[in-house]
């Protein structure tokens, strides 16, 4: 009976643990060729990004993949995005000095049409950039500051 117990508890714990743990992967086929993106990729990549000094043309990111994409003109439109990474989630990238380089792949949510631009990320600076013009500041995961402990 113990036997069983522990199994169930492990299995349990086995599939939580899994599930939680799975970075989420769409295909996406460009032309004729398929791409694999994510909306996780280590970095803090949600959030408002704008030209500096300026509040308006922004592009807006969320969690779940969805956003807003708003033109020089001021019109937005609603977008799905990710950024392209390998059948198992691993980001894709160029190694910079000091800075990493993906590609962002975006659609009109009502369009079946992708179409794809550079995400950077500037390490010694704490800024993401979309099209090398919209910005953000972040604070990285791995500096941020733990308790002090006796």
């Known amino acids: ?7 169930f508890f492990s299995s349990l714990f086995l599939t939580v643990f899994q599930s939680y743990s799975q970075i989420k992967v ?3 086929t460009y032309k004729v060729h398929d791409h694999y993106i ?5 970095y803090p990549v949600t959030g408002t990004f704008m030209s500096e000094g300026k509040k308006e043309p922004i592009v807006q990111l969320n969690p779940d993949g969805s956003g807003i994409f708003q033109f020089e003109d001021l019109t937005k439109e ?3 995005w990710g950024i392209e990474c390998t059948e198992e ?3 894709t990238f160029k190694e910079g000095f000091n800075s990493a380089t993906y590609t962002f792949w975006y659609r009109d949510k009502n369009k079946e049409d992708w179409n794809y631009t550079q995400f950077s990320i500037h390490f010694n600076k704490k ?4 099209m090398g013009e919209r910005m953000k500041d972040y604070e990285d995961y791995n500096d941020m500051k733990k308790p002090y402990s006796k």
Do not use: E, R
């Open 1 to 7: 009976m113990k036997f069983l117990k522990l199994l």
């Open 26 to 28: 769409d295909q996406i």
């Open 38 to 42: 994510t909306t996780t990729i280590g």
């Open 78 to 80: 609603n977008i799905v």
């Open 89 to 91: 989630g691993v980001p």
């Open 127 to 130: 800024k993401m950039f979309i």
